[in-house]
């Protein structure tokens, strides 16, 4: 497989100079197109800073980083956020849908954003939120939809405009076992039937055995 995400000496500082606390430490990652890599670690060592900063979310404090042979310093923010909207998509473990949006609204947005007319936006989500097994709850709303159908929702507006690859931080964490594997397998679908590459960060080990590979992010750095 050729290769889609590319770190090289990644790393992430906050705060003043005093007071500066290193999240990411010379860290370096290579991301083939269409795997599945999983990252664990426990809370608080960065795993959502590497997330952000791998999907153009958030910039490293140093180091570079590539998508696709692309290199994100080399981007002004326009071009950043057409790489995001056209070639990434993302999935939080809070969904963050629009409340006063029907599931149908709130995953034609990511392709009207993009320039899509209502009528392409509309049949793409459609055909989306059936592949996630919604096609019975397009004209819900977030609140009228469980936690699982919820995030389903959320997994098809990332994936709406056929990026490239998912970004997932913690997409289950806040779901019961079952409807936790229910979404695992929405994901995992997706990824043999499309090529979608994903990149996890999760505590649930389960996701781990199915993943192609699984790193550890302890002390700023990732280790087999």
């Not at 931080?169 to 979608?196: F, K, M, Q, Y």
């Amino acid at each position: 497989m050729s290769e889609l995400i590319r770190a090289e000496g990644v790393s992430k500082e906050y705060g003043a100079a005093d007071r500066r606390l290193t999240v990411l430490r010379d860290l370096s990652l290579t991301v083939r197109a269409g795997e599945k890599l999983v990252v664990v670690g426990q809370s608080g060592v960065g795993k959502s800073t590497l997330l952000h900063v791998l999907g153009a979310l958030d910039q490293p404090s140093a180091g570079r980083i590539w998508f696709d042979g692309t290199l994100l310093s080399s981007l002004d923010e326009r071009g950043l956020a057409a790489l995001r909207n056209r070639e990434i998509g993302f999935v939080f473990q809070f969904h963050h849908l629009l409340p006063d949006f029907t599931a149908l609204e709130n995953v034609m947005m990511p392709a009207l954003i993009g320039g899509a007319d209502r009528t392409t936006a509309s049949r793409a989500a459609t055909e989306i939120l059936a592949d996630v097994g919604l096609s019975e709850r397009l004209d819900h709303k977030p609140g009228e939809l469980s936690g699982g159908e919820q995030q389903r929702v959320a997994i098809a507006r990332a994936v709406v405009g056929k990026p490239r690859a998912v970004l997932a931080d913690e997409p289950t964490g806040n779901l019961d076992p079952v409807t936790a594997e229910e979404v695992h397998g929405v994901l995992l679908r997706l990824n043999e039937r499309s090529g979608i590459t994903l990149v996890v960060v999760t505590h649930n080990e389960r996701l781990e055995e199915l993943a192609d590979r699984t790193l550890r992010l302890e002390d700023g750095c990732l280790v087999e």
